[in-house]
């Protein structure tokens, strides 16, 4: 069997599993494009499970792509919040507001249009066309390079461009159409999700590939495949947190509207880690006039190239003329205020110290 009827077999044997087999979640409840768009940007980065709440909640807020694009930004981060990469929910919004003003609330059904779409790159595009569309377009990610790479224990860096665009090229070749399009793109999910794993060891005696795979067959070792390049170590950067509370709420501040976690809600904070008179000193600065101060919670956020290590300060102000802040009651800043979960250790804090 040659390369190319091989794979051809393959996209079949997952097409069928797929129909057969394949998992019953919310957005497979049809194919209309919104609902696999707002799906598809909500799983980048993010497990199934942790995707199935927030996908149901925006559909009630947002039941229509012009409602999302009708949406105010505090209300969107609110409902994003938690689900990280907050650039993300932006880009749902802009691309919705594109899809509203130009294509007139109807999706564009070719993947070159679904790219105009901020947000939207091949995989997206490829996934929407394919399973909404029926077009014989493939979408290539994690686990489509995955499942390729042990299939034909291909040792090519996973992250060249010049790899994906040649598996894209091979897939779109031997693609199917329509119903059989768009069982394929999920069974890729599928055998990518539940057998052909990103961390430990595959299940290939289970995986309906395992009688055409290199690896499944026992031909290759699955530690080697897919192949990737190290990742440079991230960078850690230590910051002070000011929990700023006149006893009742605290007071927050809405971050820049560019860069890292951008129009969120945060409490403020410093580079380095202060001493209980420096966080003093800094909260005066702000403009806050200081009772006291004390040790509190501390925390530690993961983004993808850089870590935030935190210490944080519980600091009582007196009555303060701040402009520049909110004051916020602890509910308010559970129902209100889109906080980013990079605080999330200080929320539970101040709900433990309630």
Not at 29 to 55: C, G, K, N, W
Not at 116 to 141: H, N, Q, R, W
Not at 173 to 182: I, L, Q, S, T
Request: hydrophobic residues 40%.
């Amino acid at each position: 069997m040659d390369k190319r009827e091989a794979l051809t077999t393959a996209l079949g044997l997952m097409a069928d599993f797929y129909r057969k087999n394949g998992r019953s979640l919310p957005w497979r409840r049809d194919r209309e494009p919104y609902h696999v768009f707002l799906s598809e940007i909500m799983l980048q980065q993010t497990r199934v499970e942790a995707v199935i709440p927030y996908y149901e909640r925006f559909l009630t807020l947002f039941p229509t792509v012009e409602a999302l694009a009708a949406a105010s930004d505090d209300l969107l981060f609110k409902a994003w919040e938690g689900l990280g990469y907050y650039s993300r929910a932006r880009n749902l919004k802009r691309a919705a507001e594109r899809i509203v003003s130009v294509y007139g609330g109807r999706f564009p059904d070719t993947p070159e249009a679904l790219l105009t779409l901020p947000g939207v790159g091949k995989y997206t595009a490829g996934a929407i066309s394919s399973i909404c569309f029926g077009l014989p377009k493939s979408a290539v990610d994690g686990n489509a390079l995955r499942i390729y790479s042990r299939l034909f224990a291909d040792g090519t860096c996973i992250t060249d461009e010049a790899f994906k665009s040649r598996l894209a090229s091979e897939l779109d070749a031997v693609y199917p159409r329509g119903n059989d399009a768009a069982d394929t793109t999920q069974g890729f999910m599928e055998v990518g999700q539940r057998f052909c794993l990103p961390n430990g060891a595959p299940k290939c005696v289970d995986c309906p590939l395992s009688s055409l795979c290199a690896v499944g067959r026992g031909d290759a070792d699955y530690t080697l495949y897919p192949h990737k390049e190290k990742k440079k170590p991230r960078r850690i950067l230590p910051r002070t947190v000011l929990l700023l509370t006149d006893g009742e709420g605290f007071y927050l501040r809405q971050r820049p509207k560019t860069g890292l976690l951008a129009g969120l809600w945060e409490f403020p904070s410093a580079d380095g880690h202060l001493s209980k008179d420096e966080a003093v000193r800094a909260a005066s600065e702000l403009g806050f006039s200081v009772a006291g101060a004390l040790e509190a919670a501390v925390g530690k956020h993961i983004f993808t190239h850089l870590e935030w290590h935190m210490k944080s300060y519980l600091i009582s102000c007196k009555k303060a003329d701040v402009s520049s802040f909110v004051l916020a009651s602890p509910r308010e800043m559970e129902e209100t205020y889109a906080i980013p979960s990079a605080f999330r250790a200080f929320l539970n804090y101040i709900n433990e110290q309630k």
